[in-house]
């Protein structure tokens, strides 16, 4: 993805990791996954997420952190014929929930029931 791309994605975020709240050793997580040298159709920005990389790692790690972040909408199951801007993300530092769009704008949404 491009540097523009990726400096978009952080401005949107508010330059923090969406879960924890940290500024430091900022990354993109991809919410569906590209795989090795997968689409870049996939680079849009409502399937791009800031996260350190502690809690990037995590997400590819660990089955039992996946899972929250599918709670979460921060990783999504790429084999669903889902569309990343359909599923919320909540901004846990912000304590609120965004559908994020690809014109890298965000709009503030009441939590999803399953999560609440």
Same mark, same amino acid.
């Given at each position: 993805?491009?540097?523009?791309?990726?400096?978009?994605?952080?401005?949107?975020?508010?330059?923090?990791?969406?879960?924890?709240?940290?500024?430091?050793?900022?990354?993109?997580?991809?919410?569906? %996954? &590209?795989?090795? *040298?997968?689409?870049? +159709?996939?680079? @849009?920005?409502?399937?791009?997420?800031?996260?350190?990389?502690? !809690?990037?790692?995590?997400?590819?790690?660990?089955?039992?952190?996946?899972?929250? %972040? &599918?709670?979460? *909408?921060?990783?999504? +199951?790429?084999? @669903?014929?889902?569309?990343?801007?359909?599923?919320?993300?909540? !901004?846990?530092?912000?304590?609120?929930?965004?559908?994020?769009?690809?014109?890298?704008? &965000?709009?503030?949404?009441?939590?999803?029931?399953?999560?609440?």
């Amino acid at each position: 993805m491009s540097r523009q791309t990726r400096e978009r994605v952080f401005e949107r975020d508010g330059y923090v990791c969406v879960d924890c709240g940290t500024p430091y050793a900022l990354t993109v997580q991809h919410r569906a %996954g &590209r795989g090795m *040298g997968g689409s870049k +159709h996939l680079d @849009r920005m409502s399937n791009l997420l800031t996260m350190c990389n502690v !809690h990037n790692c995590l997400l590819e790690e660990s089955a039992k952190y996946a899972e929250t %972040g &599918r709670e979460l *909408g921060w990783k999504l +199951h790429r084999n @669903r014929l889902v569309s990343p801007a359909d599923v919320p993300v909540f !901004h846990r530092p912000l304590r609120a929930w965004f559908y994020l769009e690809d014109d890298g704008s &965000r709009m503030q949404v009441e939590a999803p029931d399953e999560a609440a």
